[in-house]
């Protein structure tokens, strides 16, 4: 299998959290819980406190727990795809939410377990979230609001191991930008009549995105004075809402109108095997001119570049305008909706030299082929965070 190297992770262990590894996974899981449990029982019943030495054995013991990034080994043959689609595979099933000891309760060598404990199982739910279907995620979510939590948390200890979040990117771009005139070059999309900007923030975790642009422009519009005041709306969706800035939805399905939304943001948020319905939504809700902006993790990209990705997303009708991949980490992607005098006029040209047919076959076989393999096991991999 080979390993996609980046720099700054540790990509050459032999400890990596494999498909295939899942049931010993679990089964790792719940001995380390019920030796969790042992201990706090052990606890409970004797005040007898362990020598230094013991306890330093049980520490090592237990492997290092921080996190990598790396992407799995996925099977291009279709084989698997069928077993991705057996509700055997409910991963809610394999690992039971525990009650969280408080970490009041708790010595510090438990502490540091937990942490570990913690560790797994958000590198368990990250995996889940890119094995499976969106609709599996939401019913997975619904049915266990906890494990989004849990997910969170660990993802928001990975993203401060970071030299860069592509969320703060994403806000720097916006700043940047609404420098120049709405619907200028080189300025934001606004939607007439007022030149609204209308943000839709795909899979937007704890919508981060959305509170600090909002804090930014409501203070550009304090200092407006004399200017034109920035008229805003952000919708940030997710499969759960852990505060009022976020809609629950299956990004796949998001309550906005067609043409409504003036740029479309997923950070990091292609997880389900199904991810190019989410680029089609984003298509049906974006307006005429309305900016796609994508980052994700670069090891994702089969072909590195994500050259193949760029391709897939011009069938599907975007027109693509950059590809910056000069971070370490994370490809950036900016797309944009052809009005519709650009589409027919693109469609005369591909009819003048006969290639119009091809590409429309070229849709098809897309299809054909999403529906033999699903695009998340081939066009990106999914991002399995592993132990060090
Ligand atoms: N964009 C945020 C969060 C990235 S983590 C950031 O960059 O900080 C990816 C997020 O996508 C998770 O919160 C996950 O719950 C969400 N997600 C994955 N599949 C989804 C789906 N089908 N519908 C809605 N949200 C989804």
């Not at 279709?78 to 077993?83: A, F, I, P, R």
Request: hydrophobic content about 30%; some cysteine; glycine content about 4%.
């Amino acid at each position: 299998m080979e390993l996609f190297k980046v720099e700054g992770w540790n990509l050459n262990t032999d400890k990596v959290a494999f498909k295939d590894s899942k049931k010993k996974e679990a089964q790792k899981e719940r001995n380390r819980q019920e030796k969790l449990d042992r201990k706090q029982r052990n606890n409970k019943a004797s005040k007898e406190t362990k020598n230094e030495d013991s306890k330093q054995e049980e520490v090592e013991e237990e492997e290092e727990d921080t996190q990598d990034l790396e992407v799995s080994d996925v099977e291009d043959d279709g084989k698997k795809v069928n077993e991705s689609k057996k509700p055997k595979a409910k991963p809610q099933k394999v690992i039971k939410p525990q009650t969280k000891p408080t970490s009041k309760q708790l010595t510090p060598l438990q502490q540091k377990m937990m942490a570990k404990l913690s560790g797994s199982r958000f590198r368990w739910i990250n995996e889940q979230l890119y094995t499976i279907s969106s609709e599996e995620a939401l019913d997975l979510i619904k049915e266990q609001p906890g494990l989004f939590d849990e997910y969170h948390e660990g993802f928001r200890s990975q993203v401060q191991s970071w030299p860069e979040n592509p969320v703060d990117t994403f806000v720097d771009e916006i700043k940047f930008r609404s420098k120049k005139v709405i619907n200028a070059p080189g300025g934001l999309p606004g939607l007439y009549p007022n030149k609204e900007i209308v943000i839709a923030d795909m899979g937007c975790g704890e919508a981060q995105l959305g509170l600090d642009v909002t804090q930014f422009f409501n203070k550009f519009n304090k200092r407006a004075k004399g200017r034109r005041k920035i008229s805003f709306k952000i919708n940030s969706f997710d499969l759960k809402q852990v505060n009022n800035r976020i809609t629950v939805a299956d990004i796949r399905h998001v309550p906005m109108k067609d043409e409504s939304a003036t740029i479309v943001i997923f950070c990091l948020a292609l997880m389900g095997t199904n991810f190019l319905d989410f680029i089609k939504e984003s298509y049906r809700i974006l307006a005429p001119r309305g900016e796609l902006w994508i980052s994700e993790i670069k090891s994702r990209f089969a072909d590195g570049r994500g050259d193949e990705f760029v391709e897939t997303l011009k069938l599907l009708g975007f027109f693509h305008k950059k590809t910056d991949d000069s971070n370490k980490m994370f490809t950036r992607f900016e797309f944009f909706k052809p009005p519709e005098d650009i589409i027919q006029e693109r469609r005369a040209k591909l009819e003048r030299r006969n290639k119009f047919i091809e590409v429309e076959t070229e849709k098809e076989q897309l299809e054909v082929k999403r529906k033999k393999v699903a695009e998340g096991k081939w066009l990106l991999k999914p991002c399995i965070y592993k132990r060090r």
